[in-house]
Nanobody, 121 residues
Framework: QVQLVESGGGLVQAGGSLRLSCAAAGSIFSISTMGWYRQAPGKQRELVATITRGHSTNYADSVKGRFTISRDNAKNTVYLQMNSLKPEDTAVYYC???????????????WGQGTLVTVSS
């Protein structure tokens, strides 16, 4: 079984920065795409950014130029550096990963428990 453990959320003023981390733990053979999603109150969960094992990245238009996703494959960890934060970035941020637990198994999608980011105006 694989778990994703997020950290780094909190309260920040508009214009400030936060860095989220997400570490995968458990039975891991390999991890392909990792990503961050967010869900604001009363809204659907949406993509923030994804990164492949080869470090190719994809961003939502709303965060391009402000957020940076990165990963450390040796540590099975993905990061989200968030700069120039806006009140509309307030949401619960969820880590996501596609994990193979053994060479004979396919990838399973795993979600973290979420971490709250609140941006005050």
């Amino acid at each position: 079984q694989v778990q994703l453990v997020e950290s780094g959320g909190g309260l920040v003023q508009a214009g400030g920065s936060l860095r989220l981390s997400c570490a995968a733990a458990g039975s891991i053979f390999s991890i392909s795409t990792m990503g961050w999603y967010r869900q604001a109150p009363g809204k659907q969960r949406e993509l923030v950014a994804t990164i492949t094992r080869g470090h190719s990245t994809n961003y939502a238009d709303s965060v391009k130029g402000r957020f940076t996703i990165s990963r450390d494959n040796a540590k099975n960890t993905v990061y989200l550096q968030m700069n120039s934060l806006k009140p509309e970035d307030t949401a619960v941020y969820y880590c996501n990963a596609y994990v193979r637990s053994s060479v004979s198994q396919g990838s399973l999608e795993v979600w973290g428990q979420g971490t709250l980011v609140t941006v005050s105006s």
